[in-house]
């Protein structure tokens, strides 16, 4: 009997033929300033396939319609693809149910509902919610509105200097008065990648919800929701090489039923008379007026891309990149990684004592290199390493060793320039 040999890893990664994947994105084709487009900024958004770009142009140009409403033939076509698209997302993370899987404007609009819905309805005063020292303002902010509002209690998670978080530390903080527990998955500053399973375990022996900020995982890792049991997962589609303006909000369909609706209006209603207001069934109960439909659709059209190349081979291909790239930049003079987990994904964070990363991602901008400088949205972080910002790179499934070769031989001719 012949037994059939699983690809090794090398297998695997050899299939995976980046330049040809390049040429599915027509913007990697432009210049900048004379000099070949080097965009290593996928953390804050990534660039969309042709795929896509053809699948809005379809829409508009031969669906274009209302949603949920019109009996006419175009409001049946554009509600049939809005629903598929919903479908797609639910395979995607591997949900139950379409009815989990709720379109938003993105990560920051999911993560709001979650607070102003499921948080203003089980918080009160003396409550706490666990969040970590390494969150974006979205995972931050709405739980001060919501604290401040109720009197509870914001309790952070320490990290390490290495960028990870301190679990025996993260145990300690939970306590019978924790409501939930919101974490991100995958750092946009640091580029960790949180121990999310053991997080959730935790948080379910005392029976917390908890809420994944996963708006860097869903493009870098395979997301099984229901591996991870988590409550809620929120993620942006325009990081997942689709259009902007559309996110998901993921949550188990029984605490869906529980929950408020976030917003009122239409769509999201079953009957209304100016006495009382009925609700519409899950999802469309928290679907407030005219959603974002092309970009839904457009969203279920980057899942498809994203799927056909594999999410395994694309995070595969990142950890070569950022290896690579960690290897190199080390060798530049003075150069100081922000972020050394041991588990990491696709996002390198780098300062220099004398050299301002300002400085840094202009000069880099003349050399056609786009990287993101600043605190990244994570000011508490930037204060925990007592700077101000970082230059960051950002990887996606488009980018090659040959760029991270010119970034790092850009940051050498920054350096050459300053200390000159
Ligand atoms: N981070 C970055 O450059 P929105 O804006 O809603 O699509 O995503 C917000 C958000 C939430 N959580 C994490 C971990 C994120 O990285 C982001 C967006 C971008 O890092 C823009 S600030």
Not at 10 to 27: A, L
Not at 119 to 141: F, L, P, T, Y
Not at 336 to 364: C, E, M, W, Y
Request: include cysteine.
């Amino acid at each position: 009997m012949i037994v059939k040999q699983e690809p090794t890893v090398k297998e695997i990664k050899n299939t995976y033929d980046v330049y040809k994947i390049r040429e599915d994105f027509p913007i990697l084709k432009i210049k900048i300033r004379n000099k070949p487009l080097c965009y290593l900024d996928n953390a804050a958004t990534t660039q969309k396939p042709q795929q896509v770009l053809d699948t809005l142009n379809k829409y508009y140009t031969s669906m274009n319609s209302n949603i949920h409403r019109g009996v006419h033939y175009l409001s049946g076509v554009a509600t049939d693809a809005y629903e598929e698209a919903r479908i797609k997302v639910k395979n995607f993370i591997n949900a139950k149910s379409g009815k989990e899987i709720i379109f938003t404007r993105g990560t920051t609009e999911s993560i709001n509902l979650v607070a102003n819905s499921f948080g203003r309805s089980n918080v009160k005063e003396g409550d706490e919610i666990i969040i970590s020292n390494m969150e974006h303002h979205s995972n931050i902010v709405p739980w001060q509105f919501l604290c401040n509002e109720k009197k509870a209690k914001l309790k952070i998670i320490p990290i390490d200097d290495n960028g990870e978080i301190i679990f025996d530390e993260f145990l300690n903080l939970i306590s019978d008065k924790t409501k939930l527990i919101s974490v991100v998955y995958v750092s946009n500053s640091l580029g960790t990648v949180n121990p999310v399973k053991e997080i959730i375990e935790a948080a379910h022996k005392n029976n917390i919800p908890v809420l994944l900020d996963a708006a860097q995982s869903v493009n870098h890792l395979p997301v099984n929701v229901q591996k991870l049991d988590c409550e809620f997962l929120a993620f942006s589609g325009h990081k997942l090489y689709g259009p902007t303006g559309i996110g998901v909000l993921y949550a188990k369909e029984e605490i869906l039923k529980t929950m408020p609706p976030f917003m009122g209006g239409g769509d999201m209603i079953s009957k209304v008379t100016f006495e009382e207001t009925t609700f519409n069934e899950l999802p469309f109960k928290f679907e407030a007026g005219t959603s974002n439909i092309a970009g839904a659709i457009g969203l279920g059209s980057a899942i498809d891309y994203v799927t056909s190349k594999g999410i395994d081979k694309i995070a595969n291909h990142e950890a070569d990149l950022l290896e690579y790239a960690t290897v190199r930049l080390k060798e530049v003079p003075g150069l100081k990684i922000i972020g050394n987990a041991r588990q990491k994904s696709a996002v390198i964070s780098f300062i220099f004592d004398n050299i301002h990363p300002h400085d840094i991602g202009t000069f880099l901008d003349y050399e056609g290199v786009a990287i993101r400088t600043g605190h990244h949205c994570t000011q508490p972080l930037m204060q925990r390493y007592n700077i101000a910002a970082t230059s960051r790179a950002s990887f996606g499934l488009y980018n090659t060793i040959e760029e991270v070769d010119i970034l790092v031989d850009s940051v050498k001719r920054v350096i050459e320039v300053f200390n000159a």
